[in-house]
Every structure is written in structure tokens, then in C-alpha cells.
């Protein structure tokens, strides 16, 4: 096609199974995110992530958020190109930020694709029906080395489904679970530092949700009976989303989870959810951006549980999913992220390719991976509920923490020595995931006046990032990219978990959980108190 070229990293293929439905509506309107090029060099924000973790905590001078965007921003004159661009296409400019090197489009679909020109059918699928691109996208020529991505044609979901088991009420306890303080005790949350209570004061939790929503009197019940005090919940819409409780079998458990385990831990901490759009890559990126470049409420943690096999999303993705954990970890943020509920397959029965995968971002090497693990007697041993896949079922069983090895992410230099087996799918060497493990079951929720035990590693990340905002508060700064400190110190803060396996029962094969990183508990279960002493 005369005067375009084509955008690196763009090519796209349909979900498995996909059966075509016709074309799209051209005169329905939709929206587009442009990424642009920084005003640096693409990998020094990774490069400077990896230098502040090397340096001991006192000592490290995080970027602040217009030194992040002066370096590491877009050009307004890139900006403005873009702009103009969208003007001749008759598209709307609802969003532009130099800081988050993006521009949001809007307008007819049709307007969209005559600007950016993409192969964009609608497609059956077992999941529902999705607006779907295969192949590449072509960019105009003079907008060629300026846009890095371009997302939003493409409205697969990502997926998270935690283990909810609902009853109608009776508090905690039984077969309603435990308040997840129970787990902060398990693996030795510090409670007081230096004559502080640590509960998260003064410390911001960001959670990543793509759907769903929370009811204000369902947390302050919640609270209540757990002996607690309700935390301060903000919401933050993303691309025109927000707050949407429905009922407990929603994305609502998704959500009451996260705020009940990380509220349980922090209760001082004050949290923070970003509400985006489930329609692929845009709503997901654009929700991940908006938290690492919120001045006004600063995270130093973010939380997520949502996710999908590697294989999902193109390398312009993941390269913008990368370059939004690199400047959270030039700023001193840390990303914890779940490894996946369904083992190697990484997918519910229903939605499985026959294929082993790793959960993206997990895998992400900049981000902490957060695996799951269950509680044998006294002992942690991997999470695995035994069951077979059986798409009939709940949840479609085949229930186990995700973990494996990367094809996309090379080993990064704090695994260098941690012993990594080679991809059971590739037989290649990769990044490894998870990092770190806590129990993935047993958690005592309230979803929608529902309740009842939830889990899966969607409850690990924020039990994660609550620990992490115990320790902020305690060290008074951020603790920031974390990987290389608990590798580093992984004898000394870290119970190695050596029982179990997260192959899912006469479908998948997994791997098997043995002394030292393994790709079901990585370094094992953290000791909270431990990394603060040692930090």
C-alpha cells in the first residue's frame, strides 16, 4: 500500500478455535490508543530499574514523576504530529499525556481503520464473541519510527477467575475461610518497626481491575466481621469505566478480593482502583499507566490478577507492558503480579488451546510474580486441588498455581544462579516464573453480600503488596523493584517450598516442586520479617 509501512511488532493472530462472524460495524464508535517514542534511549528506563535494585535501599535516588516524564516521555512534537494525523481522519483526541507517551483516539471505527489500517473482522469464540485482527497494522509513512503501538481494534478479554465458593453468610471461619491477616501471620508480616504499628499508614495500594466492582457496604460488613476497620477506597476510571458491582459469579470477586486481602493487612493504606475496559491490550495498558503515572495518589505498589498465556498479546504490547514496569521501577514502585490458576495450561477448560503457556505479565522480568501454594498440616506444599479439566464444572477445575519458563523474556540477572530448568514446551532456557508463593486458598471474602473461601494466586498479589506497603512504611521509602533483594538474599528470607506439582491431574503436564527455585513456588514463601531486616 503506497506511502504506509508496517508497524514493528504488530502482527497479530485470532484466539484458537475462532470461527468468523462477518464484518464489523464501521459506524460504531470506538477508540484507539497511540504510543509514541520516548525522548531517550527505549532500554535505559529497564537498565535504571535494574541499577536503583543494586544499590542498598538508603542510598537509592528514584525518579521523581516530571523526571521520569522529562527523560523518559514523549515529544510534544511527536504529539503533535499525531494529532494532526487524527484531525484529517475527522478522530478525536480524549486523551494525550507526554508523560504516558500516549494519545487516546476517538471516533467510527471506519475513521479509525482508514487511519490505521488492520485486517478487523468480528469472530465466535468459546470465551464470546470478540472484534478480532489478524496480520499487521500499517501506519502512514510520516508517523513511521514516532508510533511504537496501537491498540484498542482488538477486544479479546483478559482472564482472572478467582476460587470462589459462595455461601450465603456466617462470617469467618469453617468452610468460609480466614481473614488473610491469618496468612500475614503465617509468613511473619513485620507488625512494628522501631515503636511503629505497621498497618500501611501513609502508603498508597493500587489494584488493576478490568471489570467488576466493589459495594461500600459490603467491605464495611466485611471489616466488621473480621474485627477490622474498613480502609479508604478510591476509584479511578479508565477509558470511561468504573465501578460496576453486579453479582458474586461477576468480576466483582476479582475485586472484593483484592480490597479485602490487601484492606485486611494495610488498613491504614489507602487504596486505590483503577477501573478499565476488559477489550484486549488498550484497557489493560491504559489502566496499568494510569496508576504508574498518577502524581496525585503515588502508589508505591500496584497489584494485579489479571493476565493471559504469552501467546496473547503481540510484541508491541508486550514491549509497552515492559517499558510501563521499567518506569515504575525508575520511580520506586513495585508490580506484583499473579502467576496464573490453571498450571501449565494457563487457561480455564473451556478456553484451553491444548498448549503449555506462562501467564503474561508475570512473566514479565520487571515485575514480582506471585505464585500459590496450600497449607498441608504445617507445611506449605504447592497448590494443586487435584481435579482434572472439565469444562461442566465450576470454574472448569484443573485448579493450580501457574509457573514455567518464559519464551519471551530471556533469564534475567538475579536468576542467573537460581538453577532454572529449560521450558518443558521450548526445551529453552527463559525467564522463570513465579518468584515468590503464599497460600492461594482459604481466604474468608464477601462478594455482592455473599460469602465464602476464595482464592488462587488473585489472592497472593495483593497479600503481596500488602506486606510491601508494611515495608514502605517502615523503611519510610519505598522498597521499589524487589526481584534482585530476594534473590540475593533467598536463603535467609525465603522457606523453600519442595512438595507438589502444578501439572493439572491427566491433561496438562507441569513441573515439579524440588529444593532451591522451581517453576510452581519459585524461591519459595517470603518471611516478611526477615526482608525487613535484611533490607
Avoid at 514493528?8 to 484507539?32: C, E, F, I, M, Y
Avoid at 497489584?303 to 515504575?328: M, N, R
Wanted: charged share 20%; with cysteine; aromatic share 6%.
Amino acid at each position: 500500500m503506497k506511502g504506509v509501512v508496517t508497524l514493528p511488532g504488530s502482527h497479530k493472530t485470532l484466539l484458537p478455535n475462532s470461527r468468523a462472524a462477518g464484518p464489523v460495524d464501521r459506524n460504531q464508535t470506538a477508540s484507539l490508543t497511540v504510543r509514541v517514542r520516548s525522548v531517550g534511549q527505549p532500554d535505559d528506563m529497564a537498565k535504571l530499574a535494574y541499577d536503583l535494585a543494586a544499590q542498598p535501599l538508603a542510598g537509592r535516588q528514584y525518579l521523581t514523576h516530571a523526571e521520569l516524564a522529562a527523560q523518559h516521555g514523549a515529544s510534544e512534537v511527536d504529539l503533535d504530529k499525531v494529532e494532526e494525523f487524527a484531525r484529517q481522519h475527522d478522530l478525536t483526541v480524549v486523551h494525550r499525556s507526554a508523560a504516558e507517551r500516549s494519545i487516546v483516539l476517538r471516533g467510527r471505527l471506519g475513521d479509525l481503520l482508514s487511519a490505521f489500517h488492520a485486517d478487523v473482522q468480528m469472530y465466535h469464540h468459546a470465551s464470546g464473541t470478540y472484534r478480532g485482527r489478524q496480520g499487521e497494522i500499517a501506519l502512514p509513512a510520516e508517523l513511521n519510527g514516532i508510533v511504537t503501538g496501537v491498540f484498542g481494534f482488538d477486544t479479546r478479554p483478559k482472564h482472572r477467575s478467582p476460587h470462589f465458593l459462595k455461601g450465603m453468610a456466617g462470617g469467618p471461619g469453617g468452610s468460609n475461610g480466614v481473614a488473610a491477616t491469618e496468612f500475614a501471620k503465617r509468613y511473619n508480616f513485620p507488625d512494628k518497626f522501631k515503636g511503629v504499628t505497621l498497618d500501611g499508614a501513609g502508603q498508597t495500594i493500587a489494584f488493576i481491575e478490568l471489570g467488576g466492582g466493589y459495594r461500600s457496604s459490603d467491605l464495611k460488613a466485611f471489616f466488621h466481621e473480621i474485627g477490622g476497620r474498613t480502609p479508604k477506597v478510591a476509584a479511578i476510571s479508565v477509558d470511561h469505566a468504573g465501578d460496576s458491582p453486579s453479582t458474586p459469579d461477576s468480576d466483582d470477586g476479582e475485586v472484593m478480593l483484592d480490597l479485602e486481602v490487601a484492606g485486611a493487612v494495610a488498613p491504614a493504606a489507602k487504596l486505590a482502583v483503577y477501573f478499565a475496559p476488559n477489550n484486549g491490550d488498550k484497557g489493560f495498558i491504559d489502566a496499568i499507566s494510569a496508576a504508574v503515572h498518577d502524581r496525585a495518589r503515588k502508589p508505591g505498589v500496584i497489584s494485579i490478577s489479571w493476565g493471559g498465556p504469552e501467546v496473547s498479546s503481540d510484541a508491541q504490547a508486550i514491549q509497552a507492558y515492559h517499558e510501563l514496569f521499567a518506569a515504575a521501577g525508575a520511580l520506586g514502585i513495585t508490580v506484583c503480579v499473579a502467576a496464573g490458576d490453571h498450571g501449565t495450561a494457563d487457561l480455564d477448560a473451556g478456553h484451553w488451546d491444548g498448549k503449555i503457556h506462562v501467564d503474561h505479565p508475570a512473566s514479565d522480568d520487571l515485575v514480582l510474580a506471585c505464585g500459590g501454594t496450600q497449607v498441608h498440616g504445617d507445611e506449605d506444599v504447592v497448590w494443586n486441588d487435584g481435579t482434572p479439566f472439565d469444562a461442566n464444572v465450576s470454574g472448569g477445575g484443573g485448579w493450580a498455581t501457574g509457573g514455567g519458563i518464559s519464551a519471551l523474556f530471556k533469564v534475567p540477572p538475579y536468576q542467573a544462579g537460581a538453577d532454572l530448568p529449560r521450558s518443558i514446551d521450548t526445551h529453552q532456557a527463559g525467564r522463570g516464573v513465579p518468584d515468590i508463593a503464599m497460600s492461594a486458598t482459604n481466604y474468608f471474602t464477601r462478594v455482592d453480600r455473599f460469602e465464602g473461601a476464595s482464592g488462587g494466586t488473585s489472592a497472593v498479589a495483593p497479600l503481596m503488596s500488602g506486606l510491601v506497603a508494611r515495608l514502605n512504611q517502615a523503611k519510610q521509602k519505598n522498597v521499589g523493584f524487589l526481584n534482585p533483594f530476594l534473590y540475593g538474599n533467598a536463603a535467609a528470607v525465603a522457606r523453600d517450598v519442595t512438595v507438589g506439582t502444578n501439572a493439572i491431574k491427566n491433561t496438562v503436564k507441569g513441573y515439579e516442586a524440588g529444593p532451591g527455585w522451581d517453576a510452581c513456588t519459585g524461591l519459595g514463601t517470603p518471611d516478611g520479617t526477615a526482608i525487613l531486616n535484611k533490607l
